[in-house]
């Protein structure tokens, strides 16, 4: 078994190893730390001065990364949490997404920044949110998140492909998670790739009774919804799991479900959950029996208290719950 966090790490390696002009920057990387959360674990030590812990300034670290890019390299910038990307964004919005085409010619910008996201860990108001929302419609600027169905490296791969900086998301909750492999999930799902988009599958349904929309870090709490509403409600479900979540990819088979749902955890209004069923209505609207529903987290700071947290993030339960009315 392979976690989420051990697989990420094995990435970089390979990554960095394949590519002498690829450069990780971001705050207490080194060894014998190796980040916060362990994802850059051994790459200084193996990689020496391609691998740098940097001071205290998320802005400086994005900077000096979106130059790297701009000179010719390829850089990944780790944000210890994705709270503190506020503190990139005029380099993100201003200068690296701008510089892939305000020359005169098209500039390829391979910068990749990683942000560790999400709650239900109890780190508190300003180590917990999914601020998505904040960069979804900057032109030249493309949002991924990480999924335990993927393939980290390719996804590093894809984003650097594009030649504009990414964004790439990784739910906190992940790292402890396995990946899944071979198609099968558990006893009762499996899943197929499609491109950048998982879908999550009962054997032998083809057309579903809702088929929900949700972000790498929802996977878990969406599958536990899906197995309560099959159990007990006899409801099943497909769940579609998009690692590029702006542009939005092609989603598959969503015509053949009677609702549709997104899910997510970043705090509602003007959410990416918005920005999906958007792109989706007109071309669904032919067929669709209900309003597509949107679930997000409350308008609400995240309390470090575990019990008011799990009030104010997205839960099984609240996703259970919404497609029971939707469909009632």
Not at 257 to 277: K, L, M, P
């Amino acid at each position: 078994m392979t976690r989420v966090s051990e697989h990420l790490n094995r990435a970089l390696h390979d990554l960095m190893e394949a590519d002498p002009h690829l450069h990780i920057l971001g705050e207490d990387i080194s060894d014998p730390y190796g980040g916060a959360f362990k994802v850059t674990k051994g790459l200084s030590t193996r990689f020496g001065t391609r691998v740098r812990s940097t001071p205290l300034s998320e802005g400086a670290i994005t900077g000096v990364g979106a130059g790297l890019a701009l000179a010719g390299d390829r850089a990944i910038v780790e944000i210890m949490f994705a709270d503190f990307v506020a503190l990139s964004f005029d380099q993100l919005v201003n200068f690296a997404a701008k510089s892939t085409s305000m020359y005169g010619r098209p500039v390829p910008i391979p910068l990749v920044v990683r942000c560790p996201s999400g709650g239900n860990r109890g780190y508190g108001p300003t180590h917990s949110q999914s601020p998505q929302k904040h960069f979804i419609g900057v032109p030249g600027l493309a949002l991924f998140e990480m999924t335990p169905f993927h393939d980290a490296g390719e996804l590093f791969t894809r984003m650097f492909a594009l030649g504009r900086p990414c964004l790439f998301f990784e739910d906190k909750v992940l790292y402890t998670r396995r990946m899944y492999s071979g198609g099968v999930v558990d006893d009762l799902f499996r899943y197929e790739l499609d491109g950048d988009v998982a879908r999550v599958f009962l054997d032998g349904v083809t057309e579903p009774d809702c088929t929900l929309i949700a972000s790498g870090g929802m996977t878990h709490r969406a599958l536990s919804a899906m197995r309560a509403l099959l159990l007990e409600q006899d409801l099943a479900c497909e769940l579609l799991v998009p690692a590029r979540l702006h542009p939005l990819p092609e989603l598959p088979g969503l015509e053949r479900a009677r609702h549709v749902c997104v899910v997510e955890d970043g705090s509602e209004g003007g959410t990416w959950g918005a920005e999906v069923a958007r792109l989706l209505y007109p071309r669904l609207w032919s067929g669709l029996r209900r309003p597509i529903s949107l679930i997000s987290a409350a308008d609400s700071v995240i309390p470090a208290a575990p019990h008011l947290e799990r009030e104010v993030l997205v839960q099984a339960g609240r996703i259970q719950q919404t497609i029971m009315e939707a469909l009632s």
